[in-house]
């Protein structure tokens, strides 16, 4: 019983994920199935996700100079 | 996915870091600080926390990319998630989604074109960065992005971005439509001024969305809106701003929003006109106009979401903000149609909008009627600050004292909202005699440290102010004690059967529809119903006092025992108890005497009455003070309990007993004047034989003649012009009484007149008086028994002397005769003392008849004037007391002036 509602929970937690990603993909926000994951679970943690917008969209603007120095150097 | 459930957010945090930039944890070290601070400060925390808020505001921005399409789709995928309930923080989540596509949407949309935008928008560079500055983060994006902003910018600010669509564009655009579609429109709006300028400049003015294609026109509104303020005056030097952007800035305005001109100014408290921007006055003034639905509108909203999560703020207060958010809601609605309407105007180009469109004089009109709408509900808002409950209800009605439809429609419907708690209390509270009232709103307040024994009396109260004023005080009251009254069946009397009459009618008030229908006949459904609830709930508690409990037995029975109605009972009682209470009080025993009380029932017509009222006859002796006699301390007493505690109170019970101490008393002593009568008649004659006692008995005869006349009046006016007279009153009232209250209330005026017409108020006189009764019973006593054993001696003196004589001796000798000469001289010699013993004594008495006259005489009620009249019916007193003339003559006149 319990093994089966794990599955059932588990299919429901996949089939959440896959809406959600639609979601995203749709919107455009240019994260992946795990960055998405990930971000479901802070935001299930109670993270305020203005927050973690601001971070990501940090980090990507940092990996992005990152890569423009990388390739001005190369 | 499972795995990493339990994982801490720092962790997460981390492997995000990781993932985004591609590089291992020891990297990524900076920008996971980073992360972790941005995220434990928790900055910006006044997002809405309301995932369909969130949702619409997903659906609006794709509608405005014009991907219609999409948005149908994400409101299925948005169904399914939410049908799913697997996450706790939907709107989170999909907050953080939308957060994330706006920087996303535009590059993407056109991926392809980077380089050739790149290089077509640089030189307009200057026109766009005003865009940047609104919106400095995207500046600091990636390069990506950076172009993506350019792009849109580009697009909405010069003529050439309409070249770049159609040269580079993904989607095919009909080349005709495009060229046509500006000139003409430029021709239209402004004077053609020739230059490239001056015709571009109406394209970005209103066209942006028209112009684009419908799939990737990737600019929103606001960009538009932002180019249009910066570029126009610095195009062609106008200050003046468009009507268009105007109506936009309102529309912003009206919501509550800051527009671009139109500012809330916080030291004024208005919306304010930004004082930079030119503009001609009639149109400053209309706007200034229509901004004020703004304000109006901010000072609801503020009300109602204060409010709306304040618990403490009650049902009716949270059923008014419900009526708030109605109106607010209706209001949206309004503004969303001028929306769409702008939107429409867009669209369709400035072409059509000369006949159509929306402008300042047209707003102005159309939102008359909102605005008063929006002013009532603002001013009910002010007026209603810091009330809750019943006096927020009374608050809403007083405004619906009006003499306009609409506004009053208005108000009554508010007001059937806002009652409709109240009234679901009062039927809760009528009916089932249940009070649900958390937030203390409703007008009745029960005390729940009383206990059930003062139920009736202390527990339930009426909360002056929360009564609303559709409904009057007569009508609470009785709303009051209805409840009240079944409450007191449940508890005290343990009934719980209801009353079959009492039904409530179906499900009353269930809907605020019907608040409204009962609001609007409060005369007559409402009264009914009250009267109905109110006199069957009354009838049935009366019925079941006096069915069950004997309510009026009892009374009956205090009537009897307690003011000694039982005549025969009475009298028996004190025969067996005279020789008991003589004794001091400190040797009296209370069994003994609750023997004798036995007796006394067993003995006379008290032994037929109800044994239910027998058992609670009781024997009570009061407190001892040194020198009581048994006569000080008996009492006789009655116990009661349960619901006729309520009738018949502690207070009530205490009366009792003095009045019956009182009556007592004076029973006593017409006992003891029918004593001193009864020895004065047997002893008249023998001591006939003794003439200097004449004198004396004389003296006494008078005086207890004198006594027995002013007890007999008094007797007579106790018993029939106080006692029955008041008692008939009550039994009137009693059995026309419709609730309890009635019944508590005459039983109470009963005691009182008792009281004061016996009086017990100051009673110091009358108490006087009985004691110069007994005191003469005392000196009479003693009298007596000198004489009678003066006598006796006499009797035997002679009896010897005789017998002496028949002997044949000297009857008797010179010692004997001197002997009982000096005996007898002695005795004379006595009397005198006597004599002026008894003179005190009645003069004593007649100074303190003479004071209680007076008393009697300068009462204000009317039947002791007469009593006074009766007692000295020869005008005895009134020839020795001045002040009894003086005082008769004054009322007489006052009488005869108040004829």
């Known amino acids: 019983m319990a093994s089966a509602a794990n599955v059932n929970n588990l299919n429901a937690v996949r089939e959440t994920m896959d809406v959600l990603l639609e979601i995203s993909r749709l919107l455009n926000t240019g994260l992946d199935m795990e960055s998405l994951s990930i971000c479901v679970r802070l935001c299930e943690q109670g993270i305020n996700p203005e927050a973690l917008s601001a971070v990501i969209k940090e980090l990507r603007k940092a990996s992005e100079s990152l890569k423009a120095s990388e390739n001005t150097t190369n | ?899």
């Open chain 2, 1 to 899: 996915m499972a795995t990493l459930e339990q994982k801490s957010p720092n962790v997460l945090l981390q492997s995000l870091c990781c993932r985004i930039t591609g590089k291992s944890e020891a990297e990524v070290a900076h920008q996971f600080q980073y992360a972790v601070r941005v995220v434990g400060s928790n900055y910006a925390p006044s997002i809405e926390r309301d995932e369909f808020l969130v949702s619409e505001k997903i659906k609006k921005e794709l509608l405005k990319q014009r991907r219609e399409a999409d948005a149908a789709l994400f409101s299925e995928l948005h169904r399914k998630l939410q049908t799913q309930g697997v996450l706790k923080h939907r709107w989170s989540v999909l907050y953080l989604l939308l957060s994330l596509s706006e920087d996303h949407l535009k590059p993407s949309s056109r991926v392809g074109n980077y380089g050739a935008l790149f290089a077509h928008a640089l030189p307009r560079d200057a026109h766009s960065t005003p865009f940047y500055f609104t919106r400095p983060q995207s500046l600091a994006l990636c390069y990506g992005e950076k172009s993506g902003g350019l792009s849109a910018s580009v697009g909405t600010s010069g003529i050439s971005s309409l070249g770049v669509y159609t040269l580079n564009g993904p989607t095919p655009t009909p080349q005709s439509f495009l060229a046509s579609q500006p000139p003409q429109s430029a021709v239209e709006v402004t004077q053609p001024l020739g230059s490239r300028l001056a015709w571009a400049l109406p394209v970005s003015n209103s066209v942006p969305s028209a112009v684009a294609p419908p799939n990737t026109r990737p600019s929103p509104a606001p960009p538009a809106q932002t180019t249009r303020v910066v570029n126009r005056p610095r195009r062609d030097g106008d200050s003046e701003v468009s009507e268009a952007a105007l109506v936009r800035d309102i529309l912003y305005v009206f919501q509550g929003i800051d527009g671009k001109y139109i500012k809330m100014s916080a030291q004024e408290n208005c919306y304010k006109m930004d004082t930079k921007v030119l503009l001609c006055k009639s149109k400053c003034d209309t706007s200034s106009r229509l901004a004020e639905l703004g304000w109006l509108h901010n000072k609801v909203r503020k009300y109602a979401d204060a409010r709306s999560l304040d618990r403490a703020f009650g049902l009716v207060g949270q059923s008014f903000c419900a009526s708030l958010h109605q109106e607010l809601k209706e209001y949206y609605r309004l503004l969303s149609v001028l929306h769409s309407q702008l939107q429409v105007e867009d669209e369709q180009g400035v072409t059509v909008s000369t006949e159509n469109s929306l402008t300042l004089r047209r707003l102005l009109v159309w939102m008359y009627d909102p605005k008063i709408r929006l002013k009532t509900l603002a001013a009910l808002v002010e007026y209603c600050q810091g009330r809750k409950g019943g006096e927020l209800a009374s608050a809403v009605h007083a405004y619906g004292k009006t003499g306009d439809p609409q506004m009053r429609a208005l108000i009554q419907h508010i007001l059937s909202l806002v009652s409709h708690p109240i009234f679901n209390f009062l039927y809760r509270w009528i009916y089932d005699g249940e009070l649900e009232d958390t937030y203390h709103e409703f007008f009745v307040a029960s005390d729940p440290n009383v206990k059930t024994d003062r139920l009736w009396h202390d527990k339930y109260s009426l909360r002056k102010s929360m009564i609303p004023s559709f409904i009057t005080m007569d009508q609470a009251r009785k709303v009051l004690l209805i409840g009240k009254s079944i409450n007191f069946l449940h508890q005290v009397c343990h009934n719980r059967t209801p009353p079959v009459k009492i039904k409530p009618p179906s499900n009353s008030a269930d809907t605020p529809k019907e608040a409204a229908e009962l609001l609007s006949d409060l005369e007559g459904t409402f009264q009914e119903k009250i009267d109905s609830a109110y006199f069957d709930t009354s009838k049935y508690l009366l019925d079941v006092l006096n069915r069950d409990y004997q309510l009026l037995d009892h009374l009956q029975a205090m009537r009897r025992y307690l003011l000694l109605g039982q005549g025969d009972f009475i009298r028996h009682l004190m025969d067996l108890l005279k020789p008991e209470l003589v004794r001091p009080a400190t040797t009296l025993y209370q069994h003994n005497l609750t023997g004798i009380l036995e007796t006394a029932v067993r003995a006379t017509n008290a032994q037929f009455d109800n044994p239910e009222i027998l058992k609670r006859l009781d024997v009570r002796l009061l407190e001892v003070s040194p020198g009581d006699t048994g006569w000080d301390v008996f009492s006789l007493d009655y116990h009661v309990d349960g619901p006729l505690a309520t009738v018949f109170t502690r207070e009530c019970m205490g009366h009792y007993l003095r009045v019956f101490n009182f009556l007592w008393r004076a029973k006593r002593m017409e006992y003891t004047l029918t004593d001193i009568w009864k020895g004065q008649m047997c002893n008249g004659k023998l001591l006939k034989t003794m003439p200097e006692l004449s004198g004396v008995l004389h003296q006494c005869h008078i005086l207890a003649s004198e006594m027995v006349h002013f007890i007999h009046q008094m007797q007579y006016y106790i018993t029939f012009e106080v006692l029955e007279c008041s008692w008939d009153e009550l039994w009137n009232k009693v059995q026309k009484a419709q609730d309890l209250d009635h019944i508590i209330a005459a039983h109470e005026v009963f005691l009182d007149t008792i009281i004061s017409r016996c009086l017990l108020d100051n009673n110091t006189r009358l108490r006087a008086i009985f004691d110069q009764i007994i005191e003469f019973q005392n000196a009479q006593d003693s009298l007596y028994r000198t004489a009678l054993e003066e006598l006796a001696l006499r009797l035997q003196f002679e009896e010897k002397k005789q017998q002496k004589e028949k002997e044949g001796q000297w009857g008797v000798t010179a010692a004997q005769e001197a002997e009982h000469k000096k005996r007898i001289e002695e005795f004379q010699e006595t009397i005198p003392k006597m004599r002026s013993q008894f003179r005190i004594l009645a003069h004593f008495y007649q100074s303190i008849v003479q004071q209680f006259l007076v008393l009697l005489m300068t009462s204000p009620d009317e039947s002791l004037r007469f009593l006074s009249f009766r007692l000295d019916f020869n005008e005895h007193y009134r020839a020795r007391e001045p002040r009894l003339r003086v005082s008769l003559g004054a009322t007489r006149g006052r009488r005869l002036s108040n004829i």
